[in-house]
């Protein structure tokens, strides 16, 4: 299984809306609505911030939504906040065998 | 609140076997879902290293399922990693995490803080 591709690195201003993407296949993204999204600040374990595709743990922001098309998930933040600046990683399932795979990761920079 | 703390050497020799714990508390193992290792090499991505299934099954990552072993320990409430023949390449802080879901649909919902293990003679 190879890892889901995300942006190296993507940027905004505050009060802005950014959206980071997430391609897969049709054997990970594509087959399940279910990309799962994590925040990660430097030192710090990653952070649940949207599970089952578009779902918000308690306790996340409403700024923070997830949506599918085709083989691609993505993460979109509106309102950006100095506090969102981290890097991003999606997770799929990615079926046989019951396995999931990662993305690459996303630095977000807050300008 | 559930909270997931892993243990082990932080100095591993190259060939050796890496052994990791992962305490758990605030939620018992035996009642449900999946108990998985990520690993993250300095300054890389995550990687899913494997995962146990409460009732003991496991899942591993195909590209180190020959050198893991995911166990769990219900009596101590705490599940472990085993990974042999360690490489410089296996560098990396250990993540142990909960995976609330079934299946398809499971996602990391809480985290242990991280341990780096560092490969070096």
């Known amino acids: 299984q190879s890892a889901l591709t995300q942006p190296a690195s993507v940027s905004g201003s505050p009060g802005q809306s950014i959206t980071i993407s997430c391609t897969g296949t049709s054997s990970d993204v594509g087959s399940y609505n279910l990309v799962s999204w994590y925040q990660q600040h430097p030192g710090k374990a990653p952070k649940l911030m949207i599970y089952?595709?578009?779902k918000r743990p308690s306790g996340v922001s409403n700024r923070f939504s997830g949506s599918k098309s085709g083989n691609t998930a993505s993460l979109t933040i509106s309102g950006l906040q100095a506090e969102d600046e981290a890097d991003y990683y999606c997770?799929?399932?990615?079926?046989?065998?019951?396995?999931?795979?990662f993305g690459g990761g996303t630095k977000l920079t807050v300008l | 609140q559930v909270q997931l703390q892993e243990s082990g050497p932080g100095l591993v020799k190259p060939s050796e076997t890496l052994s990791l714990t992962c305490a758990v508390s605030?939620?018992?193992?035996?009642?449900?879902?999946?108990w998985g290792w990520i690993r993250q090499p300095p300054g890389k991505g995550l990687e899913w290293i494997g995962s146990?299934?409460?009732?003991?099954?496991?899942y591993y990552n195909p590209s180190l399922k020959s050198r893991v072993t995911i166990s769990v320990d219900t009596s101590k409430n705490q599940f472990s990693l085993k990974l042999s023949s360690v490489t410089a390449a296996d560098t990396a802080v250990y993540y142990c995490?909960?995976?609330?879901?079934?299946?398809?649909?499971?996602?990391?919902?809480?985290w242990g803080q991280g341990t780096l293990v560092t490969v070096s003679s």
């Open positions: 995490a909960r995976q609330r879901g079934i299946a398809a649909a499971a996602s990391f919902d809480y």
């Open positions: 089952e595709g578009s």
């Open positions: 605030g939620y018992s193992i035996s009642s449900g879902y999946y």
């Open positions: 146990i299934y409460h009732s003991g099954s496991t």
């Open positions: 997770c799929s399932y990615a079926g046989s065998s019951t396995t999931w795979v």
